[in-house]
């Protein structure tokens, strides 16, 4: 709350007499006009500028008020601002919020164009969730390497619902021979690891999408939309003119006060780096750093983790990967998605 002012004492009369305008004698006003004209006559006829009249006293006083009033706006636009930063209020009240990976596959996952949902976009709440968990938990390694999360909340990873089964369709387009396979055994390993039930349910013909939609009733039914491998072109993806071979990343939402959760993802790696039958070793290695990804793993610096930054060909998982995907596999069950 703010102080209570103090009482300030009655501004002197001569003080207030002394700053008053007071209006000009003739005499003292016909002076000023001559010199005023003397200047004139010694500039140019096409000068304007020192032709134009003297601002009378009112007018100075109108256009200093309107540079406060300018001065004051401004200052209050800033601090409105400020205030709006400062609150983080969300854009949709009850609606879902989308976090960042440092690989994501499209628009509706990364920062800049964070799509949001509208609530008649949520399929059924709960309709593909069982009541409880559906594997057991995975313990991390007792003295695991480096692993990071993509995002968190109340200091806990968001994660994949446990009670969920997470189904993985692939598009085999312009893929390797036996690239659904690689897929096949890429979601064992990821399974195994995070204890979260997840497996390949077949082929789709689903394309990559920048701004994939997260339900899709028409092609999938009432829920919420599978996790999708694909392989593109370099000229379809902008992130792989940096020689990216592959980006994977989940959308997250949440409503109301429930915990966010991932609820769909996708991958689409690079066909330039999997024409050849040689790149096998690569391609197992990826899809398990882009798996990653998609459950909520970020890169590390250690060059034992299949999350860092740069792949070599036929990397396992390390010891950060196993502990980091064990501990996505411990998120809470979401019944309100």
Known sequence: ???????????????????????????????????INSGHQQVQAGD?????????????????????????????AIIFVVWLLDTGR????????????DDTTSETLGSDTARQLQRSDFPTAGIDAEPSRILAEVQPPADPGQYDFLAETGGQPVTYS???????????????????????????????????????????????QRNRDPVQVDRYGDRWAPILVTWT????????????????????????DSPPSYVTGDI???????????????????????????LGLGHVDDPEQVMTREARGGRPLGSGDLAGLALLGQGPCTPKL
């Not at 209570?4 to 000023?32: F, G, K, M, N, T």
């Not at 040689?278 to 750093?289: K, Q, Y």
């Open 1 to 35: 709350m703010p102080e209570d002012r103090e009482e300030l004492p009655p501004l002197d009369e001569e003080w207030i007499q002394a700053a008053a305008h007071r209006e000009e004698s003739a005499e003292v006003r016909a002076d000023r006009y001559a010199r």
């Open 48 to 76: 304007t500028s020192w032709r134009s009249a003297p601002a009378k006293s009112s007018s100075s006083g109108l256009s200093l008020t309107r540079w406060v009033l300018a001065i004051v706006g401004i200052l209050a």
């Open 90 to 101: 969300p854009l949709v009240d009850d609606g879902p919020i989308a976090f960042v990976g």
């Open 162 to 208: 446990p009670c969920r089964n997470l189904e993985v369709v692939v598009n085999p387009r312009g893929g390797p021979p036996g690239s659904v396979t690689a897929v096949e055994q890429a979601v064992d390993q990821i399974r195994a690891a995070s204890g979260l039930s997840i497996s390949v349910s077949g082929e789709t013909d689903e394309t990559y």
């Open 233 to 256: 072109e370099a000229d379809e993806v902008p992130q792989f003119s940096e020689a990216a071979v592959g980006l994977g990343g989940s959308l997250s939402v949440r409503r109301g």
């Open 268 to 294: 689409t790696l690079n066909r330039e780096y999997f024409s050849e039958p040689t790149t096998g070793g690569l391609l197992r290695e990826v899809l398990l750093h882009e798996f990653g990804h998609v």
